[in-house]
């Protein structure tokens, strides 16, 4: 697999990292004209562990043909999506290596969404890298709307307490093309 360019970013700003994740967000994620999930839960929770797969084969094979898969996985897209923000909503496993790897992952995309704090093993990980489960996005809730049982143990309160319930937006150019 040495014919792969393992730092590709693509004109909408995806890396092949990123990429890894789109079957999986395209049969969970709501069809936004009908409200409703594109696929039955059964059906999609199956692409998780070939999505896990796919992931680390991909981080394996970049590492070993010496691209640095750190700066990679923090590319945001034009959106300002991030790879951490699409695994937030997939895979705990993936979201536990980037955060192991200690990489930036506090980010906003243009629909004032941050990462989702959908796994609550994670979420005080995540606060400590300064994601703000207060940001409100563009619906008008936040994660701790979204995830309450993420948020229950004493240190999560604590962490919570320290983070305003506000309006956020990206300031970091992430150079839209449109």
């Not at 059906?43 to 898969?69: A, D, H, M, R, Y």
């Not at 980037?98 to 606060?127: H, K, W």
């Not at 320290?162 to 990206?170: A, E, I, L």
């Amino acid at each position: 697999m040495t014919n792969a360019d393992f730092g590709y970013i693509g004109r909408d700003g995806v890396t092949i990292y990123r990429n890894c994740f789109r079957i999986y967000n395209e049969a969970r994620l709501k069809n936004w004209k009908n409200q409703k999930l594109e696929k039955p839960e059964e059906e999609w929770s199956k692409l998780i562990p070939e999505t896990e797969e796919v992931f680390f084969f991909l981080v394996e094979e970049g590492i070993k043909n010496g691209f640095n898969i750190d700066n990679i996985l923090e590319i945001p897209d034009s959106m300002g999506d991030t790879c951490f923000g699409a695994a937030s909503l997939c895979s705990e496993k993936i979201c536990n290596y980037i955060i192991g790897r200690r990489i930036e992952i506090n980010s906003i995309n243009t629909r004032m969404m941050v990462p989702t704090f959908d796994y609550p093993n994670l979420a005080v990980q995540m606060m400590k890298m300064g994601i703000n489960p207060h940001v409100i996005n563009y619906e008008g809730y936040s994660q701790v709307d979204y995830n309450p049982s993420s948020f229950e143990s004493e240190e999560a309160k604590v962490l919570l307490s320290k983070f305003p319930r506000s309006v956020h937006f990206s300031i970091k150019d992430i150079k839209c093309k449109y």
